[in-house]
């Protein structure tokens, strides 16, 4: 036999083309992500595996193109954006940063054309993803070594997570109004305050907005928390405190110095942080545990007088359009939403009847005087034999209540002049 025979010889495999990728906003942050775990330079042996990627550019990020994009593409549905998408083996949109219309318009595009092989459409939700992924678990010892011949437990069931709205569509709304953290930051702060509704126990969460301090900053998250947790250590709470899901104390805070760092609890609000906040002006530092040092004094510290001016620019300035709610018939003091019978007949706000004050309302009740959304029921001296209802009465004449739904337009002035409130109308105004 000649030497060799009977030997088996190998024959390797032909290597397989590389995928031609199509990423959408392809610099933004979820972008350079997908590019940097796709990208395959490095792993493979024949230069025709190699990936292809193209896709268009977003140009509210200030970040560069990944290098080693092949192309980028304008975004503008013309022949040439449909033949790169027909042209791509898998196409990618990320549902949170997409605009709609080119997302219909792609998938119009794949079914109205004769494809050669099949197409793979990627439709990215990213943060619901990633707050939907249980963690892996596995159960460990206290002596850190895993028992031999036992199976990994299954991870125990997840506790509801609290309601987060979409922070990164909201950003864009935001951004009409001349405000915006940047995708990167609300893309990070969505991960954040979902782990902080898991975490918490919350049954909702939304972000409030930030306050700048000195030296850090404080983003602030609003949340609906049940439990009556006193958050103030062994302080006892005063006669004339608000129960937790009740006027001020309504809804819970939390601070943060940035999207990477963890929450902390503000304490609730006892009516005397309030009553002197009203009083003093002072700069924020950043630090939650400062004293306040101030005439009047503050007898408390910077996380007490957060939460007091968080609770007085949320009484003060949350809004909504006149028409969507009306006072109860039966309790002027409290609101319901203005649904007809007829549901032709509901009540839609215009963008172009809200360019002005009058057609804005003030949403929660008003702070009184005595610090509170609510007098408390007296209680009468021995020599006062008054009926307590007339004592109530001449209460709330030294310290009326604000009409529910009051109209920013009767809002006093700031000074001589200068009114409460400007408004200002963002996008196209060729139709006002």
Not at 182 to 196: D, I
Not at 239 to 266: I, K, P
Not at 413 to 422: C, I, L, R
Request: proline share 6%.
């Amino acid at each position: 036999e000649g030497e060799g025979e009977g030997e088996e010889q190998k024959i390797e495999a032909p290597p397989v083309p590389g995928y031609r990728f199509f990423i959408n906003n392809i610099n933004s942050y979820l972008g350079r992500v997908l590019y940097q775990e796709l990208e395959n330079s490095e792993q493979i042996k024949d230069p025709i595996e190699k990936h292809i990627f193209v896709g268009t550019q977003t140009k509210s990020e200030p970040d560069e193109v990944p290098q080693g994009v092949e192309k980028v593409i304008e975004n503008d549905l013309t022949r040439s954006f449909r033949k790169h998408i027909l042209e791509s083996d898998i196409v990618i949109y990320d549902l949170m940063t997409s605009n709609f219309e080119e997302v219909d318009h792609v998938i119009k595009t794949f079914k109205t054309h004769e494809l050669e092989h099949d197409k793979v459409l990627i439709l990215v939700s990213s943060v619901m993803s990633w707050a939907n992924t249980p963690p892996k678990i596995k159960k460990v010892y206290e002596d850190g070594e895993e028992a031999e011949g036992e199976e990994d437990e299954e991870p125990p069931e997840k506790a509801p997570v609290g309601n987060v709205p979409d922070l990164i569509t909201l950003g864009r709304v935001f951004e009409w109004a001349g405000i915006t953290f940047g995708e990167k930051e609300y893309f990070l702060l969505q991960k954040s305050l979902a782990k902080l509704a898991e975490t918490s126990g919350a049954t909702k969460i939304r972000f409030w907005g930030k306050i700048y301090g000195t030296n850090r900053d404080y983003y602030i998250a609003e949340g609906v928390k049940e439990g009556d947790e006193e958050g103030e250590g062994d302080e006892e709470k005063p006669a004339d405190f608000e129960a937790r899901g009740t006027g001020v104390n309504q809804f819970v805070y939390w601070v943060a110095h940035d999207s990477l760092s963890e929450w902390t609890q503000l304490p609730d609000l006892f009516p005397k942080y309030l009553k002197v906040s009203r009083d003093i002006k002072i700069s924020f530092t950043g630090d939650l545990e400062k004293d306040i040092v101030t005439v009047p004094f503050f007898h408390g510290k910077e996380k007490h007088y957060l939460r007091a001016q968080i609770a007085r620019i949320h009484h003060g300035t949350t809004l909504v359009p006149k028409g969507l709610y009306r006072t109860n018939e039966e309790d002027l003091k409290e609101i319901e939403a203005n649904e007809p019978e007829d549901e032709e007949n509901k009540y839609v706000p215009q963008t172009e009847n809200q360019n002005h004050p009058s057609n804005w309302s003030h949403y929660p009740k008003g702070i009184l005087q005595n610090c509170r959304t609510q007098h408390m029921d007296p209680e009468p001296e021995e020599e006062d034999e008054r009926d307590p209802e007339e004592i109530l009465k001449e209460i709330e004449a030294k310290d009326p209540y604000d009409p529910r739904l009051k109209l920013i337009s009767d809002d006093s002035e700031v000074e001589k002049g200068v009114p409460a409130w400007n408004i200002r109308l963002h996008g196209d105004k060729e139709r006002q």
